[in-house]
């Protein structure tokens, strides 16, 4: 066993031991341990229950890397017959966080749910009741103990859309150390860009594995932002939010924690202390539970803003009179940056890591979001000239020139522009995974 699979088979073991302490002290990280404990069992009881035929098992972090996969997954399955007819083989997917149920929309799996526990016994059982043709990981979840279970398994493993990005702790002397021999036993790696595929490389990915195939997320940003203007989703949006005419533009600011949200309300309110003109907020936090949403509003009112909730204007009702509207549904982001005219997004400003830029540039809107991040994406975006990059004491000004409308429209023809000129990597990526799909 690799030094990596050996590591994260003793964190296990830990990890189990101290579930009592868990419980107490993080029981968030408790639930997910028991979720992974008993996912053993449920992938036994949905094998031995499953038609026979060709199986992929894919696996991602969340929703993000799951959703970029789904165009070259979706790709691969139709190329293959299963066990009736002609019917497409047959998706596995497996997420290490719930928020990774929010792709599985797009990707249709057979079964779904968390990864085992990533230790020999666990891996091991797994493998042997669903008996998969091919393993897939989704951009950067490459867990050794999947890895080495596929190898005494003799089932290919790959990652598509490899990314590593600048200051990962993989890339440390340690983490190269203990993972190489899990990179290395990967049979085919498509990376997302040059850059990717030298750091991939480095931690002991195979050259004669690896090919730059890009990031199937630039093909999904645009088939949801295609798929919201086609079936009339960012049309209904914009009834019910109201038509922003030109003296009010609207900014839809998504995936916010805090401090973007701070940042938002304090320079929409400074641009009105100016003159400018009294931009319409859609605020989607990122974690929109009950008890942000409260507090966002309560916000909102200590500072004079009238603001509702999505959830009380409904799909086909008249656009509110609200200065501030605060967006409380989950996956329905991508329609809603459709319905806007700028977008801001969360997670730049420090700690929490930057979100998802490119699903407001496929729905052809200027991207604002702070410089602290470490997206090699939304850099490009900037340079292209479809991004703005914006400190939270420089949003009154960025929003100040973007209530200009030919400067929005420039800046959201080079968003949408960037994207498209990234798209592509689903049919790259779908080739490279034929090439390890069992005949």
Sequence with gaps: MNAGARLTGAATGVALAA??????????????LAARQRATAELAAWGRSREPGPLVWLHGASAGELLGAAPAIRGLRGSRSGSRGGARAQLLVTHGSPSGRAALAWLDPDHSGPPPLD?????????????????????????????????????????????????????????????????????????????????LEAL?????????????????????ADRARADGSAASFRDALGAADGAAPRLVAGSTWPADERAVLDAAAAVRREGGPGWQLVIAPHEPTAAHVDALVASCAARGERAVRW??????????????????????????????????????????????VLEPAAAGLP?????????????????????LVSPAGALADTLTGLADPLRRRRHARAARAFVEAGSGAASRTADLLRLLWPS
């Design 19 to 32: 579930a009592p302490l868990l419980r107490r002290a993080r029981p968030d990280l408790a639930r997910a």
């Design 119 to 199: 230790r020999a016994r666990d891996c091991d059982a797994a493998f042997a009741a669903v008996r998969p043709g091919l393993l897939v990981f989704a951009k950067l979840d490459v867990w050794p103990g999947l890895v080495a279970a596929a190898g005494r398994a003799g089932v290919p493993a790959a990652l598509i859309n490899g990314t590593v990005r600048d200051g990962s702790r993989r890339s440390g002397a340690l983490a190269r150390r203990l993972f190489r021999a899990s990179y290395a036993r990967l049979d085919a790696v498509g990376a997302a860009t040059p850059e990717d595929a030298r750091r």
């Design 204 to 224: 002991g990915v195979r050259p004669g594995a690896l090919a730059v195939t890009g990031d199937g997320a630039f093909d999904v940003a645009l088939e949801r």
């Design 311 to 356: 959830s009380t204007i409904g799909d086909a009702a008249a656009g509110p009179d609200a200065s501030v509207i605060v967006f409380d549904e989950v996956g329905r982001l991508a329609e809603l940056y459709a319905a806007g005219d700028a977008a801001y997004v969360g997670g730049g400003l420090g700690g929490t890591g930057l979100h998802n």
């Design 367 to 387: 991207v604002v979001f702070g410089p602290r991040h470490d997206r090699a994406d939304a850099r490009a975006l900037a340079s292209a000239g479809g991004g």
